[in-house]
């Protein structure tokens, strides 16, 4: 491993933007981490799949590409394994190796791009499932001591794409291996998202198994989101609001269906894709930049655009939308 200066990021940002590195290197192991650590290079950025970022300039420091792979069975019981997944292994990958293998518990992640190692820190989810259902523990290295430690579940505080690793101990680890426990039989199948079904009916599957529902996420996510092969994105850019029953109702006065989601807190969840089409932005485009067509909670790239410009589109998202609403959004990807 050799730590490289001065190296362009466009390769390894879904968003497909020019931003360079002072210093970089790609770990395959926490030995190679632990090296890289002791060259006392600061600050140091671990990058996963950059699936999740916005650079809006070059980074001082280090950057550090997990390639930290490996999938091991760690311990089999009546009806459910855990599986210990290292961080920089692809995802979608690994979910693809679940199905396969017929263990259950992550079809709903499907094509999700990004890492293993990067999935708990926002606690990934789509389709009514999230990480931190099939979520055991992880192991994870700390950047200023070079010290392993096992985090639980109860400690990486999950929240709606939210971990510890957001908040308080946000780029002060690194994710060297994630413990997912996945079902072998009786698989408790998560189908009620409404989109699942009725693509499901679509593909004539009245009794759907793990790899029927991996299919149709596949074919949902391709119909709605981008290929950030085709045109820069990072998935949803914003979070969907958690709002008050009093802010909804005045929603509903003037837009009576509009859609929203109940939470345990009393609180609603109104999809911001909502919000942001009603405010004119779908299908938009700014410059080099644009609100996609399909999902308005998506922005892109349309090939050429810099970090300042999309940050720019977003900040006039969030304008309107707080004008017209009163409902402040917040962005989901980290804006560097
Ligand atoms: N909607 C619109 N216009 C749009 C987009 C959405 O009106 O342009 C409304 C529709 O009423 C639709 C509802 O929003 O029924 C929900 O839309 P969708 O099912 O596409 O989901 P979402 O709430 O917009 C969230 C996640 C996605 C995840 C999907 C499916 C967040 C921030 N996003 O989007 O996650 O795939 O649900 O579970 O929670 C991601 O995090 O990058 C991501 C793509």
Known sequence: MTIQQNISLLPFNTFGLEAKAAHFAEIHSVKELRHCIRTGIQPIMILGGGSNMLL????????LKNSITGINLLRTFKNKVWVEVGGGENWHQF??????NGLGGVENLSLIPGTAGAAPIQNIGAYGVELKDVFVRLKAVSLETGKMKTFSHHECRFGYRDSIFKQEERGKWCISSVVFSLTKHKHHLNTSYGDIQRTLENNGVNLPGIADISRAVIQIRSSKLPDPAQFGNCGSFFKNPETSQQVLQS?????????????????VKIPAGWLIEQCG???????NTGC???QALVLVNYGGATGAEVK??????????????????EPEVNIL
């Open 56 to 63: 809006t300039g070059d980074l001082r420091g280090l950057v």
């Open 95 to 100: 979910v693809l190796w679940a199905v396969r």
């Open 251 to 267: 929603i509903l006065a003037s837009h009576p269906h509009a859609p929203y989601y109940p939470l345990e807190n009393g609180l």
């Open 281 to 287: 932005w779908k299908g938009k485009r700014v410059g």
């Open 292 to 294: 996609y067509e399909k």
């Open 312 to 329: 720019a589109l977003a900040h006039s998202i969030i304008q309107s939308v707080e004008q017209k609403f009163d409902i402040r959004l």
